[in-house]
């Protein structure tokens, strides 16, 4: 297969590594004055980069048909969730007016001080390049409102963050009112006035959750802006889910070969159909979902925008765009078909960044732990794999898969076993995905952090590493006391031999007829023992016989007391707070462990 980087050709700023949040931030007013950066404010570049939906390209039919004088809808509403393309669409509609060679007013909330900016008077500055009908801190009315903007046809008026403003205004008095309520008069004004107009078009956003809302008074603010509005507006919605990997693919690729990526993407589903990774029943949805995605694997789109667009301050698409185009500069040279989320490095600081976040700093110490480190345990995995399967980085590419599987903002979390098979698969390599399972079992005995109860990572060690961490606390004389208690039940129940556990000097083991089994810790003392008892030669010399531990055996020996200590110290410890699975997982490898101490 081809490297998704010969098919698909990143725009420049995504080559040349310029992932400046500005941009993907779209701002309005900053395009209006000319301010914003060249992907926004040069309209060429604006539409080469822009994919324009089918709410885009009806809300561009609407506005138009409206300024034409052909009647149509006079307000419309944009409302899609935070960050799901509402400025975007103002900011299309702005050149699309410029090349329609109509007038435009913009109106953004956040750019304006309001002690020092009203909403109706820089309407008429922006018209008539001065204040004088609608000056002064209260609402101007439809009739002086009328006057100014009659003279303007066609007029397209852009509004947005108008709440932010009006949360602004509410905190300045007027007379016995405060210009937030003021906003609201003046917007029921200008909502009444519009389609009386024949050519002007008043086009607002306005957020459409209480994600966005900041305190009590915002959201009551928000209910007055939804009312008023909601007496005259047309509600438009610019973006759909099912075009998200569209305007994506779009933003960050400048062109893609469309006959090579859909020979990739056949390649990949005869692969993952022969494989079992993917139904036949689902080829034909799943081929049309990675043709839309294309570099992308579609699992990556999804994860991205449902699971962690799903978090408040994760602005969707905005938030998929910066993350996608730090992925996309940190794989440029790999040689890889697509890219997958196991393909997502996350100790790239871009990467890790943006995802950490919205999850907690403390998941810095996570995936350093269990992922990005050097010595983390799914490096380990890395190495401990089959010579053939090493470069493949599986361990490392599984543990990633999960990582991203894990979080949103709501309760779904966790990937399937067919789930991490997807973004894990080698279509070249098959076989891969055969070992998958296998890979899953060693990181759950190596990572810290990898939740007993399913394939996510949780901010809380698991069973393994509050196990892992009882053991390097449990101490040598602690060891030695255990081992020497082991014995002794163990051989007492021998009733042939007089038995001397670690005697320290000869004269310990009496010079008798009766058998004695003599355990010693070091065998280099037998000779020792055999010639003397104490100052005398001993005579009867054949009735030792003695135990020493073999050298090679005393590691693993050592391993097993250790974990069967921490083991029955976690039993007894009454500050871990674990869970009815954990206390029985617990359980059962003290079971286990009391199962093999003859063997031991």
Known sequence: MKPFFEIAIPHKDILEGRLTQDIFAADLFQVFKGNAPEEYKNPDIFFRKTYVTNGMQNLFDVVKKRLDGEGGDAFIELITPFGGGKT???????????????????????????????????IERQLM????????????????????????????????EVLEYAIKASGIKVGDSNLGAQVGAFLQELTSLVPTLQRVILVITLPSSAIEHYDENAERLYQQLKKI???????????????????????????????????????????????SILPENQKALYRQKFKKSYPFQPEVIDVLYKRWG???????????????ASVVHSLKDKKIPFIRLSDFDLSNPNIKGELIEHI????????ASDITSPDSGAKKVDEQLAY???????GTRVATTIFMYSFSGGSERGASLNEIKLSCAEPEAEGVENIIAEVIERLKNHLFYLSDHGYFFTNQPNLNRVHLTKMENIEDSRMKEEEENLLKVELSQNSRFKTYIWPERTIDIPDTTELKLVVLKDKSR????????????RVNRNTLIFLCPSEFERPDFDNWVKRKLAWQEIRTDETLNLTNEQRKKVEEEIKKAESTVKEK
């Not at 304006?112 to 820089?122: H, P, Q, R, V």
């Not at 009315?141 to 066609?154: A, R, T, W």
């Not at 053939?388 to 599986?394: D, I, K």
Request: some cysteine.
């Open 88 to 122: 975007h669409s103002l900011i299309a509609l702005y050149h699309k007016a410029k090349e329609w060679n109509v007038n435009v007013v913009v109106i953004d909330g956040s750019a304006f001080d309001a002690k020092e900016t009203t909403l109706w008077g820089e």
């Open 129 to 160: 390049g001065k204040i004088e009908l609608l000056s002064g801190m209260t609402a101007p009315g439809k009739e002086k409102l009328g006057k100014v903007l009659e003279k303007f046809q066609p007029l397209l008026i852009l509004m947005d």
């Open 229 to 275: 509005c909601g007496r005259t507006e047309k509600v438009f919605a610019p973006v759909q889910d099912e075009e998200v990997a569209q305007i994506v693919v779009r933003r960050l690729f400048d062109h893609i070969d469309e006959k090579s990526a859909n020979q990739v993407i056949e390649e990949f589903l005869d692969y993952a159909v022969r494989r």
């Open 310 to 324: 799903s978090f408040p301050r994760f602005q969707r698409t905005r938030g998929v765009l910066r993350l996608l």
């Open 360 to 367: 907690g700093q403390e998941y810095n110490s996570v995936l």
């Open 388 to 394: 053939s399967y090493r470069a493949y980085q599986l």
């Open 526 to 537: 037998i000779k020792e023992f055999t010639e003397s008892c104490g100052a005398k030669p």
